[in-house]
């Protein structure tokens, strides 16, 4: 028989890792070995657990305190390249899918996704495949078809893609370089180069197009 799937659960929201557990706990298959609820937290826990030594795949919320979900994605592809990293969140697909696996995950879902793919999908990934949706897949298709010809979000580097995100969430230039550790007028540059590169001319007008291209989904929480 095979051994089951070890699995991290990384979520800042207790409610959402006990009952990821409940869920995963059905299947003989796969088993929660460490849970963590910020972002430093799972990279100390991949680190005690030694990597792909104690673990199979890293199942990582987007929003996370302390460092968010791309930022420990991106510690944990440099540190731990053979370990799969499965990105869970409430963020719409459309717009997040693609960036992380371009940042290196073996795969996205949303939250609301229900028990069996969850499940196919920490199978496929702990074994070394990609979980890849239609939907996604056709993003990756057309980013490739177009070229040089990025739309706005595209164009955004990870650290300004960071800064908008919080921008619209409604969190205000000071709020964000507390969040962030950067100074306010670093804040500030940031700001206008992703209101530069998306088109828009205010915070308002770039919290309706973040609003458009999510398909009317809001992005309150991870």
């Not at 963590?36 to 990597?51: H, N, T």
């Not at 939250?111 to 069996?116: Q, R, V």
């Not at 955004?156 to 370089?177: A, D, K, P």
């Amino acid at each position: 028989m095979n051994a089951a799937v070890r699995v991290l659960l990384g979520d800042d929201h207790k409610i959402v890792r006990e009952g990821l557990k409940m869920v995963l706990a059905d299947d003989p298959g796969l088993q929660v070995v460490a849970e963590a609820d910020s972002g430093p937290g799972v990279l100390d826990m991949v680190q005690a657990l030694k990597g792909p030594q104690g673990l199979d795949v890293v199942l990582l919320d987007i929003a996370m305190p302390g460092m968010d979900g791309l930022n420990v994605l991106q510690n944990l592809r440099r540190d731990w390249p053979g370990l799969p990293v499965l990105m869970l969140s409430t963020y719409p697909e459309k717009q997040y899918a693609v960036r992380c696996i371009q940042l290196g995950a073996s795969g996205y879902l949303n939250k609301s996704t229900d028990t069996d793919a969850l499940v196919a999908a920490l199978r496929r990934v702990a074994a070394g495949g990609m979980h890849v949706s239609p939907t996604t897949a056709e993003a990756l298709a057309s980013l490739v078809s177009q070229g040089r010809t990025k739309s706005g979000i595209e164009q955004l580097s990870h650290r300004e893609h960071q800064v908008y995100l919080l921008l619209t969430q409604g969190h205000s230039v000071s709020e964000i370089g507390a969040q962030l550790n950067l100074a306010p007028n670093t804040v500030s540059t940031y700001r206008a180069r992703i209101l530069e590169k998306t088109g828009t001319k205010n915070d308002v007008e770039l919290a309706l197009y973040a609003q458009s291209i999510s398909g009317g989904q809001g992005s309150t929480f991870g």
